[in-house]
């Protein structure tokens, strides 16, 4: 008697078995025993790699194929298991479409963990291939605002066509945070209409936020708090200073300042 025949359980149902397990022992160590909620998306990709793993090595040799494919093939083939095979692709469709629909209600609960809107930025960071400190750093072009307004005007609207190319996707044309890809992220973006963001900043606390993006949070406010890419990777430091002269001129905030603290 072969491995095959002494085997007790189907091949395909102890795929199902492991995969299912895994997936059960990821929320029981983390949501059970750890306490701590595991995000849906580090779950998801977690299961993607279990699922890719799992049939890597149930499908090793031909043997393994064949014995693992055989229940679905007779499923599709077999003429005696026609009326199983009508109730399943009954199913099957409806669950798939019934996940669809209840993953794209939207949901009114509160969060689970409050956002930390405005996380303490580090004394010092470094972006643009140099080191920066926030306690000195100033906007450059911010000078010209009563030195030369004509100048000034033209580095607003500089750093409004680079906000228009670049930021309005998410924060919106109004700078509401209502953006075209906002309702696929979460959390939102900032709105910058609000008196309890920009108004309540200096410009070099933007800098640091544009520059680094969401990898550049501190430890409190990640992980997934922040779906904002690195910055310096996409436009230069002059066309970050003046996407910041945008926002303030926009919305007719301004910033703060350290004489003013």
């Not at 149902?13 to 995000?39: E, K, R």
């Not at 031909?62 to 199983?84: C, F, M, Q, Y």
Request: net charge neutral.
């Amino acid at each position: 008697m072969n491995t095959t025949q002494k085997r007790r359980i189907p091949l395909l149902l102890q795929m199902a078995l492991v995969i299912f397990g895994t997936y059960f022992g990821f929320i029981l160590v983390f949501d059970v025993l750890l306490g701590q909620l595991i995000p849906k998306s580090l779950l998801t990709m977690y299961m993607v790699f279990v699922v890719s793993g799992v049939l890597m090595v149930y499908t090793f040799t031909e043997e393994g194929t064949r014995e693992l494919t055989a229940p679905i093939k007779a499923l599709v083939e077999d003429p005696s298991k026609r009326n199983i095979r009508n109730v399943v692709f009954v199913i099957v469709p409806l669950l798939a479409g019934y996940y669809t629909y209840s993953s794209m209600l939207p949901s009114f609960d509160p969060p689970t963990e409050l956002r930390t809107i405005h996380p303490a930025p580090p004394n010092k960071f470094k972006a643009y291939g140099k080191s920066f400190d926030l306690t000195k750093l100033e906007n450059p072009y911010r000078k010209f605002e009563k030195e030369d307004p004509a100048k000034f005007k033209e580095h607003v609207r500089e750093g409004g066509d680079v906000y228009i190319k670049n930021c309005q996707y998410c924060h919106g044309d109004k700078l509401d945070g209502k953006g075209p890809y906002a309702p696929g992220l979460n959390p939102t973006p900032l709105n910058f209409q609000d008196v309890g963001t920009i108004a309540q900043l200096q410009e070099s606390f933007l800098f640091w936020r544009i520059a680094t993006g969401g990898p550049g949070l501190p430890d409190e406010a990640a992980p997934w708090i922040s779906s904002m890419p690195i910055w310096e990777n996409f436009i230069t430091e002059d066309e970050t200073w003046k996407v910041i002269l945008f926002l303030y001129d926009y919305t007719g905030r301004r910033p703060r300042t350290w004489e003013h603290e």
